[in-house]
């Protein structure tokens, strides 16, 4: 019976590691874009409001 609970343990910590690491590589390009929204934010202007409907 132990060796049955280490193994579902086992499989469980590496599932958690596996969506830890999707977790913060989601993070990392969250905070990247957000730092590049600045550089883009003074391209906005009003005559490109005519794409916006593209």
């Given at each position: 019976?132990?060796?049955?609970?280490?193994?579902?343990?086992?499989?469980?910590?590496e599932?958690?590691?596996?969506?830890?690491?999707d977790?913060?590589?989601?993070?990392?390009?969250?905070?990247?874009?957000?730092?590049s929204?600045?550089?883009?934010?003074?391209?906005?202007?009003?005559?490109?409001?005519?794409?916006?409907?593209?």
């Amino acid at each position: 019976m132990t060796s049955i609970v280490c193994e579902l343990l086992d499989e469980y910590v590496e599932r958690k590691k596996a969506s830890l690491g999707d977790y913060t590589q989601d993070r990392e390009a969250q905070a990247l874009m957000k730092v590049s929204e600045a550089a883009f934010a003074e391209w906005d202007n009003e005559e490109d409001s005519v794409y916006d409907s593209l």
